[in-house]
Every structure is written in C-alpha cells, then in structure tokens.
C-alpha cells in the first residue's frame, strides 16, 4: 500500500510543479512577447494599440479601450502569476480577433458563391 502524503510532502511537490511551470514560462516568454508585438502592430489597422513606454515596457491596447495591458519585454525575475495572467489573456484576446476575422471572411466568401449562383434573372428580382 502506498504511503498517504504529508501536507508538507504534498506543498514541496506543488512549490517544485509551480517553478517548473514558471521555468517554461520563462523561456518561452520573449518568443511569446515577440510574436505578441508582432501581431499588434499588424492589426494596427483594426484599432490595436502599441505604445512604447520606454526601453523595457510596452503598452497594448486593444480595439476596445477596456483591454490595455502593460508587458515588459524581459520576463519578471521572480515567480508573477499577474505577468503570465496578463500574457495569455492579451495572447488570447489576439486569438479571439482573428478568429472573428476568419468567421467574416468566410461567411463573405460563402455569400459571394451563392450570389455567383444567381441566374441574371434572380439577380434583376433581388435588385442586385
């Protein structure tokens, strides 16, 4: 039979998942953040917001004014859930908006093909 973990045993084991955890993040946070500042400025055009506040920290505001986030661009030295918190939820807000885009597209281009579809007649009758 296996031993029963100790509320000691078991918050060692959580402490060493949680640094783990935050190790991965850590590594992956400057592609993260790169990509991220990426696709702001690309989205310029839809109303996303970069604005560099000095060597270090970035501001990123989103289509809605609602959704401004301040990054650095080196991870924090020590463990900082608000950092990771703030990095998906910005990651995550990108997501949801090109998302949104490619639902407009295709049902544009699913319109477009059953307008294609119309005989001049039907065209005439729907005032197209």
């Known amino acids: 039979m296996a031993k029963k973990e100790t509320p000691a045993e078991r918050a060692v084991r959580e402490n ?5 955890e935050y190790a ?5 946070y400057p ?5 991220l500042l990426f696709d702001y400025m690309n ?4 109303g996303f917001r970069v604005k560099r506040l000095d ?3 970035y501001v990123f505001t989103g289509c809605l ?3 401004t986030t301040e990054l650095k661009v080196s991870p924090p030295a020590n463990r900082n859930w608000e950092v990771v918190s703030a ?3 910005t990651e995550n807000y990108v997501d949801m908006f090109a998302q949104e885009q490619e639902e407009a ?3 544009h281009e699913a319109k477009k093909a059953a307008l294609n579809k119309l005989t001049k007649e039907e065209r005439e009758l729907l005032g197209l």
């Open 65 to 67: 004014a609602w959704s």
């Open 105 to 107: 597209a295709r049902k």
């Open 16 to 20: 060493l998942q949680y640094e783990a």
């Open 24 to 28: 991965a993040f850590v590594e992956t």
């Open 43 to 46: 989205l310029e055009y839809a």
């Open 55 to 57: 060597a270090e920290t």
């Open 87 to 89: 990095l998906e939820e």
């Open 31 to 35: 592609a993260r953040f790169a990509a």
